[in-house]
């Protein structure tokens, strides 16, 4: 009786094993969005020491990293997947000097738009302008901030603390 169990468990074991491994070949596990910043500092080599700051949604985490002086930044962009899938897969990142200066945007698909900056112009509110009407995002003038918001807007205003518009300095389609 015991010697028919052994074979039986050996098989189970080995459906259990085979099972995982196509799981994980398919690429539908990603990065659970506790892990998003680990993720980005260890596979962007980004120091420690810099500060970050972050917006998720259902759709995307966009992060805006810097350090001290606010004159160097590095930036990631996760996406999630449509269908089987689970977390957040990395999708572009790096370094781009505009965002120390000015306001970025980044498309992506149908997930959104990153708005990332060090905030130099002092945004201290953004106006999103869509079929569902008006939405207010403040922002403190004194910090950079990361920000997403819904791809089908179809008006992005942003002011600085005296109510000046702030110029959205360039808008990228992710890839």
């Known amino acids: 009786m015991k010697a028919e169990k052994i074979p039986l468990l050996l098989g189970s074991v080995l459906i259990i094993l085979l099972a995982f491994l196509i799981v994980w070949q398919a690429d539908v596990l990603g990065v659970s969005a506790s892990r998003l910043e680990d993720d980005a500092r260890e596979n962007q080599d980004i120091r420690n020491n810099w500060e970050m700051v972050q917006a998720v949604t259902d759709d995307m985490c966009a992060m805006?990293?810097?350090?001290?002086?606010?004159?160097?930044?590095?930036?990631?962009?996760?996406?999630?997947?449509?269908?089987?899938?689970?977390?957040?897969?990395?999708?572009?990142?790096?370094?781009?000097?505009?965002?120390?200066?000015?306001?970025?945007?980044?498309?992506?698909?149908?997930?959104?738009?990153?708005?990332?900056?060090?905030?130099?112009?002092?945004?201290?509110?953004?106006?999103?302008?869509?079929?569902?009407?008006?939405?207010?995002?403040?922002?403190?003038?004194?910090?950079?901030?990361?920000?997403?918001?819904p791809i089908d807007c179809e008006c992005i205003t942003m002011y600085d603390s005296q109510e000046n518009i702030v110029t959205l300095y360039d808008t990228d389609t992710g890839i």
Do not use: H, T, W
Request: proline fraction near 3%; glycine fraction near 8%.
């Open 64 to 149: 805006l990293f810097y350090d001290e002086e606010k004159d160097d930044c590095a930036y990631s962009i996760y996406l999630s997947r449509e269908g089987f899938s689970f977390g957040y897969f990395f999708r572009q990142g790096g370094s781009d000097p505009s965002m120390v200066e000015k306001v970025k945007g980044i498309v992506f698909e149908d997930k959104g738009i990153a708005l990332l900056s060090l905030n130099e112009d002092c945004v201290s509110k953004i106006v999103v302008d869509n079929q569902a009407g008006e939405k207010v995002i403040n922002v403190d003038p004194k910090e950079p901030f990361a920000v997403v918001i």
